[in-house]
């Protein structure tokens, strides 16, 4: 039972388990997991003023990291993004950060539709040390 306890706590909290230092970066590599740079809708919740907001995402690969630009409306955000593998089964998040200010940390979780387009749900923070806002990546094909 506590084993259960455990992993519910985990997925909930992907933050716990990178601060306690139980995640590892992973190199760069463009192919794992593959097809992930690209072109993305996205959704989602400013966790400072929690006003919805609707833009695009661009993912492309770097020498160490993704380069990522998020533009809502007119206005461009740049950052970058990485893998991590959490934990001992070594679950996969992607974990990026925007060059906002303060700068926007995110914790997303890869997932897939149907057709094996990435659809990633991220939670997001300014700093505080709460996940207040979100966002919602939907590749474009």
Known sequence: MRIHLLLVVFFSFPS??????????LPLDPDVPAGL??????IGKNPRTSAPYVGTIVLANGKSSY???????????????WIEECGGDKIRFLVARYYTKPI???SCR???DG??????????????????GLESWFQVP
Do not use: F, P
Not at 16 to 25: D, H, K, P, S, V
Not at 37 to 42: D, F, L, M, P, Q
Not at 115 to 132: F, I, K, P, S
């Open 16 to 25: 716990i388990a990178q601060a306690n230092g139980l995640c590892e970066r």
């Open 110 to 112: 890869l997932g897939a």
């Open 67 to 81: 380069a990522i630009t998020r533009t809502i409306g007119k206005d461009a955000v740049h950052g970058d993004a």
């Open 37 to 42: 740079s690209g072109a993305y809708e996205v």
């Open 115 to 132: 057709d094996n387009y990435y659809r990633t749900t991220c939670r997001t923070d300014t700093g505080t040390g709460r996940w207040r």
């Open 104 to 106: 926007t940390q995110l």
